[in-house]
């Protein structure tokens, strides 16, 4: 690990240590009583995009208000994005976003936030752990358990496998 790796991982553990202690307001949710709902989501693989779009359509269709983030690991984003995204340019030396896109998305006061990355990724891990939402569902990952009010557990790392998890268990709490 080179030294300014080193620092930038360290900047990124004391900003996401400073997410944890913050206090916010929580109440479990599921799919009946959320009403404005937030997915993060890695848009690096447009197969997972399309997926993330078609369910983001399915909740609309359910009369939820729903706002999606993406981030793809790239240098710099091509002008034709047809949802809010950021890359590697909007992240500062901490590796934390720094637009203010993000920031907003991060303060919007969500019923449920919907974490549908599987893989680790500072970025989303980030805006998860920052988030006001009153409710955060992620895919489980031991080191990751902080960041979520619940988590769901499987081997399988198919996206539309890890909805439909979420999906059950949203429909179960009450």
């Not at 997972?48 to 706002?67: A, E, G, Q």
């Not at 981030?71 to 637009?99: A, H, M, R, W």
């Not at 902080?146 to 499987?154: E, H, I, K, L, Q």
């Amino acid at each position: 690990m080179s030294l300014l790796t080193g620092i930038k991982e360290n900047l990124y553990q004391r900003k996401l240590k400073k997410c944890t202690k913050i206090t916010r307001e929580t109440l479990s949710c599921n799919f009946d009583t959320a009403r404005n709902i937030g997915i993060l989501f890695n848009a690096s693989k447009e197969t997972d995009t399309r997926i993330v779009l078609s369910f983001k359509r399915k909740l609309m269709k359910d009369r939820k208000k729903v706002s999606v983030m993406g981030y793809k690991d790239i240098k710099e984003l091509s002008e034709d994005e047809k949802y809010p995204v950021f890359c590697n340019k909007d992240l500062g030396l901490s590796q934390t976003p720094k637009t203010q896109d993000v920031l907003d998305f991060i303060q919007k006061p969500f019923d449920l936030l919907i974490a549908l990355h599987v893989d680790d990724c500072q970025p989303l891990e980030y805006i998860a752990a920052a988030s006001v939402a009153k409710f955060r569902i992620g895919h489980y990952r031991e080191n990751k358990t902080d960041f979520y009010d619940f988590m769901v557990y499987g081997k399988s790392e198919n996206l539309n496998v890890i909805i439909e998890q979420m999906e059950t268990y949203l429909k179960k709490i009450y």
